[in-house]
């Protein structure tokens, strides 16, 4: 089974934090693949804002760089995205994926931060 399901969205103030979760089926989460938060604001194309390799390598899109934390837990078939010093420009749907990421019909909800200034 392949599947990925994202929790932890919600509205907060700017400034505020959320931490967003993802848990993945073990056929996606084998502890090999490199795993990533992707998002996608209104009218915008979703875009790749930070990953982890297998061996947790982290990598940041500059407009999340120094304020978000990518992290995994092999154990738990996780992936966390700690989000610190929002601004209302983070608001969009948070996805989970592999990278390179997994055909359409693989994406789970996602799920909705909105900060509000």
């Known amino acids: 089974q392949v599947q990925l399901v994202e929790s932890g969205g919600g509205l907060v103030q700017a400034g505020g934090s959320l931490r967003l979760s993802c848990a993945a089926s073990?056929?996606?989460?084998?502890?090999?693949?490199?795993m990533g938060w992707y998002r996608q604001a209104p009218g915008k194309q979703r875009d790749l804002v930070a990953s982890i390799s297998a061996g947790s390598i982290t990598s940041y899109g500059d407009s999340v760089k120094g304020r978000f934390t990518i992290s995994r837990d092999n154990a738990k078939n996780t992936v966390y995205l700690q989000m610190n010093s929002l601004k209302p420009e983070d608001t969009a749907v948070y996805y989970c994926?592999?990278?390179?990421?997994?055909?359409?019909?693989?994406w789970g909800q996602g799920t909705q931060v909105t900060v509000s200034s």
């Open positions: 073990r056929r996606i989460f084998n502890g090999r693949n490199a």
């Open positions: 994926n592999t990278i390179p990421a997994l055909p359409q019909q693989y």
